[in-house]
Structure formats: C-alpha cells, structure tokens
C-alpha cells in the first residue's frame, strides 16, 4: 500500500507511526527513499503532534548537499515507501475469527480415547506426553538482538575520525558485531560517526558500551543512540 499523502493529518500519523522504531524510511542508512519523501512534505512537521517525523526531517535535512548520491532509485515516488496493507490496523469487526481450539489434536498424538485403553498403552501414552513436555520446557530459546544506530561525536574538525573509527571498532565485546559506518556533517566542518551494530540483549549493555566508546578522551567527546530496533 505504501505512504498517502504528507498533507492529510492522517497521511502524517502514518508517517510518524512508521518512524517510531526508524531512522530511516527504508534500510539503516539514508537513500532516495528518505530523499523522495524528504522532498514530499510541504511544510515542517509539528514536533508536538508528529515528534518522530520532526526527529526525522532535522537528521535527513543534513544530508541535503548529498541527495543526488545517496543509493537507491529516484524515480520512486514516495507512495512506494511505508507499510504494506497487512501491517496497517484493521477494524476489530473485519478480523477474522480464530479458530476453535482442536482438542483432539493432541489426542491424536498419542492415540484415542474414545474406547477403553490397555493400561499399558495409557502408561505408554502418559509416558510419551512427559516427554514432550520435558522436551519442550528445555528447547533453548534464540538470543534475544537488537540493531543499534549510535551517533559518536568527536571535540572539533581537527579530530582525526579514521584513528577515532579505529579506535571504536577495537572494542570487543561477547555478543557485539560491528555493522557499517558513515560520517555525517554535524556543522562547521565537525562530522560525526555514525555505527550501527548488533547486540545480545543479555550480553551487552549500551551504557557499558557508550562508556568505553567515551574512554577515548582524544577523540570523542560523546555518544548518543540514534535508533534501537528489536530483531
């Protein structure tokens, strides 16, 4: 289904909505897609009604002297971006009802009850279900990720951003992968680094991260999240 329409307040609540848990229209970095729908809004968004829109116009608008090369396709309008048709709210009457409970699914695992069972077989069949469960209860569940976008700025212009890179990327931690990274014009001259990376939620905190990150006095003089989504 895609965008509507920037000029309805509808249009811009599903905007908004679709920017909650983004930084970007589409993928984890700037493209064509944020410059088509960047270009679309008429007029700035009001911060108190559509926060994430204001939060997301400010960052995209640093990328203005950059729009014509940022990747992606051009010719895209921006109504080709945004929630599919099944990821929009549908109307409680519209639902389709759930499907009656099959009780004798589980019956049928271990046989029927219908007649008078050989003790044996039922010893069997409770034997059989005790282990299902036990297996069940003990299956090892996938660890628990996250895709984090964090912004680390540097004093000034002088700072050398390749050594600053360097010195970011040398932090290990179990269950931290380092993603890809771009500088991004702050003003003045100044750019910042901007990392996204992955993370088990158990393992590593972010605060412990940003810490270490802002050990590096030289280079950084601090870091702030820019986005956190849950894989």
């Known amino acids: 289904m895609g965008f509507t329409d920037f ?32 270009k679309a809004l008429k007029e700035s968004p009001n911060p108190a009604k559509h ?3 204001y939060r997301w116009q400010k960052h995209i608008s640093s990328y203005q002297p950059e729009f014509s090369s940022l990747p992606g396709d051009p010719s895209k309008a921006y109504t080709t971006y945004g929630p599919e048709a099944s990821e929009l709210a549908v109307n409680p009457k519209d639902a389709p009802k759930a499907a009656a409970p099959d009780d004798e699914e ?5 046989g029927s009850d219908e007649e008078e069972e ?17 297996k069940k209860e003990t299956k090892v569940k996938p660890a628990a990720k996250s895709i984090v976008t964090l912004d680390i700025k540097p004093w000034d212009d002088e700072t050398d951003m390749k050594e600053l ?21 702050v003003g003045f001259g100044i750019k910042k680094l901007q990392c996204n990376l992955v993370v088990e939620d158990e393992k ?12 590096d006095e030289d280079h950084v003089q601090s870091t702030d999240v820019a986005a956190m989504q849950k894989l």
Do not use: C
């Not at 509808?10 to 984890?28: E, V």
């Not at 589980?106 to 271990?110: A, I, N, P, R, V």
């Open 51 to 53: 926060p994430h829109v």
């Open 204 to 215: 590593v905190s972010i605060d412990d991260l940003q810490a270490k990150i802002e050990e």
């Open 106 to 110: 589980d019956d049928d695992l271990f």
């Open 165 to 185: 890179e360097t010195n970011v990327r040398s932090i290990e931690m179990d269950g931290l992968v380092w993603g890809a990274s771009t500088l991004v014009p």
């Open 118 to 134: 050989d003790p044996e077989a039922v010893k069997q069949r409770e034997a059989n279900l005790a282990a299902y469960k036990k």
């Open 7 to 38: 000029m309805s307040d509808a249009g811009m609540t599903m905007l908004d909505k679709w920017l909650t848990t983004r930084s970007y229209i589409a993928g984890y970095g700037p493209s064509q897609a944020d410059v088509a729908s960047f």
